[in-house]
């Protein structure tokens, strides 16, 4: 069974840093691209960042410089994080880790396993 869980949100201040870390279970952790997409209630869910297999990354131009993402592949199970500084109101939503059908998009259709999301709120 795949399983990913998100851990690390909550509430913090505008400013602020916050790292995220998603543990993956139950696939060859790595051999897939891994991503982190958000959403709000009002929107529908976005790309935030992706990283394959072998490390490369890219993130969506709005948060190119304050979000990183990165990878371990230890067996027997793999995790990916996310990295989240200067944070801003407009960060606040639920973030969720995917692990992609093939090599990573932007495309919410192309991910293949959901985490079940972890809740970040920015305050100001």
């Known amino acids: 069974q795949v399983q990913l869980v998100e851990s690390g949100g909550g509430l913090v201040q505008v400013g602020d840093s916050l790292r995220l870390s998603c543990t993956v279970s139950?696939?060859?952790?790595?051999?897939?691209?891994m991503g982190w997409f958000r959403q709000t209630p009002e929107k529908e869910r976005e790309f935030v960042g992706a990283?394959?297999?072998?490390?490369?990354?890219?993130?969506a131009d709005a948060l190119q410089g304050r979000f990183t993402i990165s990878r371990n592949n230890t067996r027997p199970l793999g995790t990916v994080s996310l990295q989240m500084n200067d944070l801003k109101p407009e960060d606040t939503a639920v973030y969720y880790c995917?692990?992609?059908?093939?090599?990573?998009?932007?495309?919410?259709?192309?991910?293949?396993?959901w985490g079940q999301g972890t809740r970040v709120t920015v305050s100001s």
């Open positions: 995917a692990a992609y059908q093939g090599p990573f998009t932007s495309r919410v259709d192309n991910v293949k396993y």
């Open positions: 139950g696939l060859p952790f790595g051999g897939y691209d």
């Open positions: 990283i394959s297999w072998t490390g490369t990354t890219h993130y």
